[in-house]
């Protein structure tokens, strides 16, 4: 919603004169659902049925597209019209500070179009209507933190509600172009105001997430403890384990938010920020590694070095080499912990920057599209194996489950 923004030509930087904030947001996304496809290609080829995992209807006939083929076309659809409105932009705004802001309208329009792929049926140009559908109504009971029960999805809702922690940041963006472009005299492609609408709404954005998966982790601790057969699944200390995984991000969030509104120097609240960024960054590291992923690393020595399997790691190893393994781990710690560019004041000047803001947000898109392959095998093989681990509420029979086409 273009407007009177000549005071806020000059703190346009060359980035975002080129990529303002909604086609940073519009791509983000685009790369969310290629990264998708990618992960059931893969997977595919490695024999591991994703669709049975999260309960997605499967094909019928070979005559259909499989699911990754369809996952690829809707990402190629949304990339081209996406392309086409930047295009459009490029011409109409020139990279002139006052035309990026009055024009602001053509990425929001894209923002709109991106949204109306995802909720009305065109069968010719993307997925089916029953796979979105499939996905609105998962996406509306995981966004109230609801779980659906094992044999009707439940992993498909976790794995959707973890994969909103990580585009919490983008999730926060969207709300901060809405914001500008709604706001009188505002523009979605000014200099991003990430105080838009208080200092309580961007922060209360990102929190959601976590919030989601805190919630799921209850309700699965309750599922547990009002089991009949207690003594099979444990008592439930792995969920609320898991509950206080989430519950340290909280802390993060309130610092950050108080740290970016603070007057002056403030060395005691930028420690106590240190330390909590530090607690969630390991905390998630050690879970990813020892429970979302059952490797061995952080075992007892006996386990850790048995000889039935690499150092670290486990027997079955469907995804890759144990090498790629190694080298996940090592990327997933480091990933976890960008944050400490922070404590170097050069290095802090780089991450104000809106180039810098979107590259890390791609780096935690990208660490979560890798996360994901190590997940879903992992539940694969916890769901094909005949030692399964305690405190876990399992998929059930899902081989001898017939599947109807929705397509």
Sequence with gaps: MGGDQTETEPQLDSFSLTFPLPYRVACIVIFAVWGWGANLHFLHIRRIDVPSLIRYPGRSSSAQLTHHHSTYRLASFLSLTTALSMIIFWIFAGRDPQKVI????IPMTNLLVLA???AIPLRKLSVSHHGRSRLLLTLRRVSVGGLAEANNGKFGDILLADV???YARV????????CMFLTSNGSATARPDRGCGGDVLVPLIMAIPSAIRLRQCLIEYGRVRSAPL???TGWGGQHLANAAKYSTAFPVIILTALLRNQQGEAPGLFRAWVFASLVNSLYSFYWDVAKDWDL????EERERSSPDHPFGLRR?????KPIVYYAVIALD???RCTWVIKLNPSLDQISSLESTIFFLQLCEVFRRWVWIFFRVETEWIRNTSTGLPVDDILLGDFQGNKYEDED
């Design 316 to 320: 079955r190893l469907l995804v890759h």
């Design 102 to 105: 009055d024009y602001d309208w």
């Design 164 to 166: 909103l922690t990580s």
């Design 230 to 232: 207690r003594d099979a």
């Design 171 to 178: 999730l926060a963006d969207l709300f901060v172009c809405l």
């Design 333 to 335: 710690l480091a990933l």
């Design 296 to 299: 061995t690393l952080f075992s």
């Design 116 to 118: 109306a792929l995802f």
